[in-house]
């Protein structure tokens, strides 16, 4: 039996099963950098260390000892099957019969990272910069591709001393296709130590990344609070309809609220000038989210739009406008229906944020 095990970003953070199948194994296959992390439960193992750039000769060799009727341990980082040794043996056990494989999940350095950011994680991608095995022109498709779909994305092997061009046209990518607004972490782990920062897109420099760091590209909604890296997903959060809110869509249904610019009302501007009026009382009340400018008041537990100029901009209404009327038919809609009056914002948040 070969088991593949993924000792996670740090010892600390390995898992019970990883640390299980370690104490059972006869033999222990893996890079050295890794062998040397875990050195104190290798006590009376066979170990075999082979350099970065040998994961074939590491695969070849758990194969062999196997043959030979060992329990063998290949070592990966983070988790194997995400740039790890899962993959290279698997890709070998065509030319073998009666290989038996166990791979053993470790935590990845995507999740590892997110936990430290906060919760930035959505729908996300995750894109190794290495073009050892993979042509640049793949690479760049990926990203463009991950970019303009509004996912989160993660890189692997951002940057070496001598491999600093796939960084460089990741950047020139990501800022051609998202707002240099874009949060983005940064998490540098070496061995026992982590450091995290949160900058955005247009302050990410090539100085910032190297192959110690995992880089998590924000999306659209992505936000801080209280220093941590968030991705909403859209909850619905319990409220209660203001009553003027309800008098306001009252007029809306009946075709009697101003559409554009209210320069009547005495609180206009209430954001600023010029705005569109159309939505004096936010039918997606209260959103929760951030990433267009509101907030909470902590002190009294109430969501402020305060910040918010979003809902007051042309191609907002618009596009707003194109759909609420299906979902919008009576008052109580913007309570019953809010799941999916949530779901309109986000689509509209991401065409014209």
């Known amino acids: 039996?070969?088991?593949?095990?993924?000792?996670?970003?740090?010892?600390?953070?390995?898992?019970?099963?990883?640390?299980?199948?370690?104490?059972?194994?006869?033999?222990?296959?893996?890079?050295?950098?890794?062998?040397?992390?875990?050195?104190?439960?290798?006590?009376?193992?066979?170990?075999?260390?082979?350099?970065?750039?040998?994961?074939?000769?590491?695969?070849?060799?758990?194969?062999?000892?196997?043959?030979?009727?060992?329990?063998?341990v290949l070592v990966s980082s983070g988790d194997p099957g995400v740039y790890g040794m899962a993959n290279v043996l698997h890709q070998l056990m065509g030319k073998y019969s009666e290989v038996e494989v166990e791979v053993i999940p470790g935590v990845s350095a995507v999740n590892y990272s997110a936990a430290l950011l906060?919760?930035?994680?959505?729908?996300?991608?995750?894109?190794?910069?290495?073009?050892?095995?993979?042509?640049?022109?793949?690479?760049?498709?990926?990203?463009?591709?991950?970019?303009?779909?509004?996912?989160?994305?993660?890189?692997?092997n951002p940057r070496s001393k001598q491999r600093t061009k796939p960084f460089k046209e990741a950047l020139k990518i990501l800022r051609d296709v998202r707002s240099h607004e874009t949060l983005v972490g940064i998490v540098k782990t070496r061995e026992t130590v982590s450091s995290v920062r949160i900058i955005t897109l247009d302050q990410l420099k090539e100085e910032d990344v190297d192959m110690n760091t995992t880089l998590i590209v924000g999306n659209t909604f992505t936000y801080i609070d209280d220093g941590k890296m968030i991705t909403p997903r859209g909850y619905v959060l319990p409220y209660?309809?203001?009553?003027?809110?309800?008098?306001f869509y009252e007029k809306y249904l009946a075709g009697e609220c101003i559409k554009g610019s209210n320069t009547s009302c005495e609180f206009y501007p209430c954001h600023s000038h010029p705005q569109n009026c159309t939505y004096c009382y936010c039918p997606f009340y209260p959103c929760g989210d951030p990433s267009t400018g509101g907030r909470w008041i902590k002190e009294k537990q109430v969501w402020s739009c305060e910040g918010c100029t979003w809902i007051h901009q042309d191609d907002t209404v618009e596009c707003i406008g194109a759909k609420l009327p299906k979902l919008l038919e009576k008052v109580e809609d913007l309570q019953d229906n809010k799941k999916e009056l949530l779901k309109l914002r986000r689509e509209c948040v991401f065409l014209t944020k």
Request: aromatic share 6%.
């Open 240 to 247: 209660s309809t203001h009553p003027l809110a309800c008098d």
């Open 118 to 156: 906060g919760a930035p994680l959505h729908d996300f991608a995750v894109i190794s910069l290495s073009d050892i095995l993979t042509p640049l022109v793949e690479i760049k498709r990926k990203i463009r591709a991950a970019s303009e779909a509004d996912f989160i994305i993660a890189f692997y």
């Open 1 to 72: 039996m070969i088991k593949i095990v993924g000792i996670g970003p740090r010892r600390e953070d390995m898992t019970i099963m990883a640390r299980q199948a370690l104490e059972e194994a006869e033999i222990v296959i893996g890079y050295g950098g890794y062998t040397r992390q875990i050195k104190d439960l290798l006590e009376g193992k066979k170990i075999i260390s082979l350099g970065m750039g040998q994961e074939i000769e590491r695969a070849e060799l758990a194969i062999d000892y196997d043959n030979k009727g060992h329990n063998v």
